[in-house]
């Protein structure tokens, strides 16, 4: 199969479009035939691409891309529940090979059908974006109807998941976003916004339940003088891992892989409540250039060759 892989430690310069074996299922595992993959450019950064869950070194070569959506071509001895054929999408372990490839390797608790009102290009802008946006407002935040929540980022993949699903909730969301993107993250369902280029915050916020954090650093910082009394903050920047200060290392997750939340996500965004935002759609071979130019909003996406 055609693969996007990595053989060093490095960035998007170090990514080749090759060759490499197509990976076929054992046990319990699915084989998808990848029709799109969204680009998280941090991904770089993260632990789990150069690391074992033991804190050893992963084996190169290494496939990045953990978001994707497609078509179950093959499944394990072991696998039910998923038939070959099932347009499916999904978020998979971060510490196996990833989807910038044509075919991957993931297992049923990982994946859902995709959503019918998607193509692949956009459904597979969505499983990170979403269940991080799913996993900070509702299983750790607890969001409910009338509390105030502040979405830092709210014009970016996970941000403006959060402010559709708060919105959904009933909340009172504000949102700190750049001025270009003010109309945008309204029509998202944003309360209020904030342009964090001319207006610092927490000089017009105060009292919030909730606050998700997409930002990190200074953000970060600032933010916890925003929250009532008891009020929450959660981070999914990565520079809180760091951190040793115990309020931060609380804040801080890493999104799950989660069937049961992505059924509930694809509901969403078949009636029409949440979508994904989808930058720019590029060919595997341009992949270098996927990563180097920022969306204006969303996510940039890589389509295969089978689309
Ligand atoms: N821990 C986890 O599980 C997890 C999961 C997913 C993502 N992440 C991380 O979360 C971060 C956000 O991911 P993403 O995919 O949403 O990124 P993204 O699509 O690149 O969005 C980032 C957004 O941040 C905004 N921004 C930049 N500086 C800001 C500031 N000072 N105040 C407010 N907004 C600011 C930008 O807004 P404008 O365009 O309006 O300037 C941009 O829209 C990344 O670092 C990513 O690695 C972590």
């Known amino acids: 199969m055609r693969a996007i892989r990595l053989h060093q430690v490095g960035g998007s310069e170090s990514l080749l479009y090759e060759e490499a074996p197509k990976p076929s299922p054992k046990d319990n595992q699915v084989l998808v035939q990848v029709y799109a993959t969204a680009i998280t450019p941090t991904e770089f950064a993260w632990y789990p691409t150069f690391h074992t869950p033991d804190g050893g070194t992963r084996q190169f070569p290494i496939i990045l891309g953990h978001e994707f959506s497609g078509v179950v071509d093959a499944i394990g001895p072991a696998c039910t529940g998923v038939q070959v054929g099932d347009p499916v999408y999904g978020l998979s372990d971060w510490f196996i090979d990833g989807a910038q490839a044509e075919y991957c390797l993931t297992v049923p608790a990982h994946i859902a059908p995709k959503p019918v009102a998607l193509d692949h290009a956009q459904a597979a ?177 890589l389509r295969m060759a089978a689309l």
């Open 125 to 301: 802008a969505a499983p990170i974006s979403a269940l991080t946006a799913w996993q900070a407002l509702i299983n750790r935040a607890k969001l409910s109807e009338g509390k105030r929540v502040l979405v830092h980022g709210a014009a970016g993949g996970v941000g403006s998941f959060a402010v559709q699903l708060a919105r959904h909730k009933k909340a009172h969301v504000i949102a700190t976003a750049s001025a270009a993107n003010a109309d945008f993250v309204t029509a998202l369902g944003a309360d209020e916004v904030i342009d964090y280029r001319t207006t610092p915050f927490e000089t017009v916020v105060r009292d919030v339940d909730v606050v998700i954090d997409t930002v990190g650093a200074d953000t970060r910082d600032r933010s916890w003088g925003v929250l009532r009394k008891g009020g929450q903050l959660v981070t999914i920047a990565a520079d809180a891992e760091r951190f040793s200060q115990p309020r931060v290392r609380d804040a801080f997750f890493i999104v799950e892989p989660n069937r049961v939340q992505l059924i509930e996500i694809s509901r969403l965004i078949d009636a029409g409540l949440i979508r994904p935002i989808v930058g720019t759609v590029f060919t595997m071979g341009d992949v270098r250039q996927a990563y180097e130019q920022k969306p204006v909003r969303g996510k940039n996406v």
